[in-house]
């Protein structure tokens, strides 16, 4: 990895990783590469861009404490919020770059997502993108079959949560990272894009490989409750804490930090041609 990309990484990490989330660079090329260029990003190829996403680490030791420490009005998605505050925290800590975040959840005016995260997690080898065509002789016919990103290490059991964009970074000799093709037999694939499609309630898709670390069951409620009800399920039931370094929060207000409807419907899920089920959270 080159020194200045390396230098960069770092930083991030030092900003994100304890909360909960991994950063991985790319170039933008990579990315517009696989797409149509109606949803290219609109920078210079060889531009720096890290993909941002979230541990199952990151309920406990970002979003408790976010919420708990934070003046949050109005309440909207609690958990964007917490991950627009963590971005935000990235562009403070490198006031000489300019910097441009996309959230997972972003769209153009016309609805177009403004990034196709799936897309971006595969390119920058953080998930290996799972689609129908990775699948020989598909037994679906004209079904749609909406593609899913896989973990190395927590399997379906994290989120994309966005990424961060250097205009004026430019890295053409950074290596490309490919992602570790973590299910790679034919029936494997079938049974994940099946579990993902058919099945997603029951979280059995996450699963596809063994994982390190699986969502909590306090985690797993929470992203099972209706939006609606999500807040009173997080005021009766969220312990407090823990007093670790870095684990509170400056009291000030988030209101400039909601994020502005619509948002991307697809959320993590969407990937070129494909239309996702609905949701089944983070």
């Known amino acids: 990895m080159e020194p200045q990309v390396a230098e960069l990484k770092q930083k991030i990490e030092d900003t994100l990783c304890s909360f909960g989330f991994e950063v991985y660079p790319f170039q933008v090329a990579w990315y517009n590469a696989l797409l149509p260029p109606a949803f290219h990003l609109p920078l210079p190829g ?18 408790k404490p976010f919420l708990q420490s934070c003046h949050l009005q109005p309440l909207t998605d609690p958990v964007d919020q917490c991950v627009a505050y963590h971005l935000s ?5 490198l006031p000489e770059l300019q910097i441009e975040v996309i959230a997972d959840y972003e769209v153009h005016p016309n609805r177009r997502p ?4 799936q897309t971006a997690a595969h390119v920058a080898g953080a ?19 909406s593609g899913v990103c896989i973990h190395p290490r927590f399997g379906g059991w994290f989120a994309i949560r966005g990424v961060v964009l250097l205009p004026g970074i430019e890295v053409p000799d950074l290596p490309p990272r490919k992602p570790l093709d973590c299910v790679p037999s034919r029936a494997d694939r079938i049974t994940l894009l099946e579990r993902f ?17 699986r969502y909590s069951e306090e985690q797993k409620a929470y992203f099972s409750t209706p939006p609606a009800q999500r807040l009173a399920l997080l005021g009766l039931g969220l312990a407090q804490p823990s007093e670790e370094p870095g684990s509170t929060f400056p009291e000030r207000h988030f209101t400039t930090l909601i994020p502005k409807k619509p948002q991307n419907p697809s959320r993590a899920w969407l990937g070129p041609q494909v239309s996702p089920p609905a949701s089944p959270g983070p």
């Not at 060889?46 to 406990?60: E, G, H, I, N």
């Not at 499609?197 to 670390?213: A, G, I, K, L, S």
């Open 46 to 63: 060889p531009t720096l861009a890290f993909l941002v996403l979230s541990t199952p680490a990151m309920f406990d030791r970002a979003l």
């Open 89 to 93: 925290r990235v562009k403070e800590s």
């Open 114 to 117: 403004k990034i196709l995260a």
């Open 127 to 145: 998930a290996y993108y799972y689609q129908r065509q990775d699948v020989e002789a598909d037994p679906w016919g004209t079904q749609r079959i």
């Open 197 to 213: 499609n058919f099945h997603w309630r029951d979280w059995t898709y996450r699963d596809v490989v063994t994982p390190q670390e």
